[in-house]
């Protein structure tokens, strides 16, 4: 059985703007959240919360688009 290690996500709207170009889906979702009136930095933390905490793949994505 494979643990998933635990990482400390902390949200960046900059970040979250990364994997959301990088990604079709996440970049479906945000443009249909934008489009029904929610602001681009809502749309981002409801991305990030419901879509890359406690997915590995996706926190592996999000983690790839750090600055620095």
Request: a negative charge; hydrophobic letters at 40%; charged letters at 35%.
């Amino acid at each position: 059985m494979r643990r998933i290690q635990e990482v400390e996500l902390v949200f960046e709207e900059e970040q979250m703007r990364r994997i959301v170009m990088k990604d079709k889906y996440l970049k479906f979702v945000y443009d249909d959240m934008v489009g029904k009136g929610r602001t681009e930095a809502d749309a981002l933390r409801i991305i990030f919360n419901s879509n890359v905490i406690g997915d590995s793949v996706m926190i592996d994505l999000y983690e790839s688009c750090k600055t620095g």
